[in-house]
């Protein structure tokens, strides 16, 4: 989730889609899972075994997985149950009260996880299953990933960084920022 569709496609799901996409394993278990869906289609054209890709959407239906790219302004980001979110720029949504605010959405998507994170909890077996990820450089100190950063130290379960850019990003060095600083 980013806080536009354009954003979305081109950050986190561009990336996740490319490293789908140069996967061996994924390649192969792709073409088996697409073989299985011709192999396994029912008289009436049901597919138990429907597996779809597109520009913005992963279905398997033998899962009953699905993998989206969203924006806060999607209305069909609640009621869903998530194994992991990723969110870009938190602090670029809105800071009001609607349903498109970086508070909304960050506490749909920690809702979605809930049942998830439990379920890894109990089990201990995938200790990543309830993950959400988010990456923002802060516009404010009263953003929402200002907030959570602040929060974090008292939250058990959250890791937290806050880098320069610079400290983050090795191919962004100090120097590279020095105009700015002057201007």
């Keep these: 989730i980013a806080s536009t569709d354009v954003q979305s496609a081109d950050?986190?799901?561009?990336?996740?889609?490319?490293?789908?996409?140069?996967?061996p394993w994924l390649s192969k278990y792709t073409k088996w899972i697409m073989q299985k869906q011709i192999e396994q289609s029912t008289p009436n054209g049901a597919k138990a075994w429907a597996y779809e890709e597109r520009d913005k959407y992963i279905i398997?239906?033998?899962?009953?997985?699905?993998?989206?790219?969203?924006?806060?302004?999607?209305?069909?980001?609640?009621g869903r149950t998530r194994i992991?979110?990723?969110?870009?720029?938190?602090?670029?949504?809105?800071?009001t009260d609607s349903?498109?605010?970086?508070?909304?959405?960050?506490?749909?998507?920690?809702?979605?996880?809930?049942?998830i994170r439990s379920a890894s909890a109990n089990t201990l077996i995938v200790p990543w299953l309830g993950t959400m990820v988010?990456?923002?450089?802060?516009?404010?100190?009263?953003d929402k990933s200002m907030r959570l950063l602040k929060q974090a130290p008292n939250i058990k379960g959250m890791y937290y960084g806050h880098y320069a850019t610079w400290d983050f990003?090795?191919?962004?060095?100090?120097s590279m920022f020095d105009d700015d600083f002057e201007k």
């Excluded at 498109?100 to 049942?115: I, K």
């Design 84 to 95: 992991a979110s990723f969110v870009d720029e938190l602090s670029r949504f809105e800071n």
């Design 134 to 142: 988010s990456i923002s450089s802060p516009i404010s100190e009263d």
């Design 11 to 23: 950050t986190i799901w561009a990336r996740y889609t490319s490293l789908r996409h140069d996967s």
């Design 169 to 174: 990003n090795p191919d962004q060095p100090r």
């Design 99 to 115: 349903a498109g605010s970086a508070d909304e959405c960050y506490r749909v998507l920690e809702n979605s996880l809930r049942t």
């Design 60 to 78: 398997h239906g033998a899962l009953n997985f699905k993998i989206n790219s969203l924006n806060s302004n999607s209305s069909g980001m609640a």
